[in-house]
């Protein structure tokens, strides 16, 4: 097959606005969670969180009003990654650069606004706050400001929307769809999806400590973008090439809403199509970033999964970036990708502190 290369990283989350600051801090274990300060929760049992700044700066362009935080903080992140890509969009076949971008609860701020307002006045809600809610509006505002003309879609599959972004986006290339894609995902700290997680009783009180205690997730929120690219395409414009993208695999386990399937078969059936598609064994894994949300049913498939797939694995280390960024929801799987670019390529394991 075509080979798939990641030749930009961008990353904005609770502790750092780019991504050597990011990593840096992850890597010397530096802790995202704080007092929420976005969202009042003060009938709620649990107060932590793991926000991105308040304020970054961002070119966003002319459309800059026109979009909600979520999408802000992705044009972020991808900005970003095309500087550190060196990708020089004037000199593209812009119809061969393409945007998949993932997120769970897109513009949730901006629909809240409007019907804060609705219900206090009528007539002083803004429409225009309703466009900015759905996820399909933050890959066009990408596709705008970098001046991508090919494929441009949004992955909406929970928690796994970036990850399976960068899947698809591999997809495209070897099928010769595009050269260059943006992929990634987004998403924001909203009292929607808070609440939603507190009425699941899904929400530690204390920073999650997945592996471990397991209590329960720590929310966050922030984006994370990545430039994926044929091989062939990025020698021909000299690009630096961070790895390979060799394989993924997609599953579901069809078994509950929110809880995952006791035997794990799930996540193995994934994992064993990962490596498959990759023509990788077990052994040849010397890092895995787990999603490890750090509530009680999804640490223990989790590990159950990788004890059977990986256990004989000496060499196979295992950690958990969300003890420090907490669960990015949909751009859970892109931020925890440039770490593991990042792992791989500095020769570094992050910590699960």
């Not at 979520?70 to 076949?93: Q, R, Y």
């Not at 933050?138 to 090919?150: L, P, Q, Y």
């Not at 059977?308 to 949909?330: E, P, Q, R, W, Y």
């Amino acid at each position: 097959m075509k080979r798939v290369v990641i030749t930009g990283l961008g990353l904005i989350n609770a502790i750092g606005d780019t991504v050597e600051e990011s990593w840096n801090n992850c890597v010397n274990g530096v802790c995202g969670i704080k007092e929420v300060r976005s969202v009042n929760t003060t009938e709620c049992y649990a107060h932590m969180g793991a926000e991105a700044s308040e304020h970054f700066e961002v070119d966003a362009g002319e459309d800059a009003d026109k979009m909600d935080r979520v999408s802000l903080l992705c044009v972020k992140a991808v900005k970003e990654a095309l500087s550190d890509s060196e990708i020089d969009m004037t000199k593209e076949d812009a119809d061969r650069v393409g945007v998949i971008i993932g997120s769970c609860v897109g513009g949730a701020n901006s629909i809240e606004k409007f019907f804060t307002a609705y219900e206090e006045n009528p007539e002083s809600a803004k429409t225009e706050d309703i466009i900015k809610m759905p996820i399909g509006v933050i890959a066009n505002h990408v596709a705008k400001v970098s001046g991508a003309k090919g494929v441009v879609t949004n992955v909406g599959n929970a928690c796994a929307a970036s990850t399976i972004s960068i899947e698809y986006a591999s997809d495209l290339i070897r099928a010769g769809v595009g050269d260059v894609f943006i992929c990634g995902g987004t998403d924001t700290f909203s009292s929607l999806a808070f609440g939603g997680f507190i009425a699941l009783h899904a929400i530690d009180e204390e920073p999650c400590s997945p592996y471990n205690k397991s209590k329960g997730i720590t929310l966050g929120e922030g984006a994370g973008a990545l430039i994926v690219e044929s091989y062939e395409h990025a020698v021909a414009r000299g690009a630096k090439i961070y790895c390979d993208v060799l394989g993924g695999g997609i599953s579901s386990d069809a078994h509950h809403i929110t809880a995952p399937r006791p035997d794990s078969e799930g996540q193995m059936n994934a994992m064993k199509k990962a490596l498959k598609n990759s023509a990788m064994e077990p052994n040849d894994i010397d890092y895995i970033n787990g999603h490890a949300t750090g509530t009680p049913l999804n640490d223990s498939t989790e590990i159950q999964a990788m004890q059977t797939i990986f256990g004989n694995n000496d060499d196979t280390a295992v950690s958990s970036t969300k003890a420090m960024v907490g669960h990015c929801l949909g751009a859970a799987g892109a931020v925890e990708a440039i770490y593991t670019v990042k792992a791989l390529t500095t020769n570094t394991i992050p910590p699960t502190i």
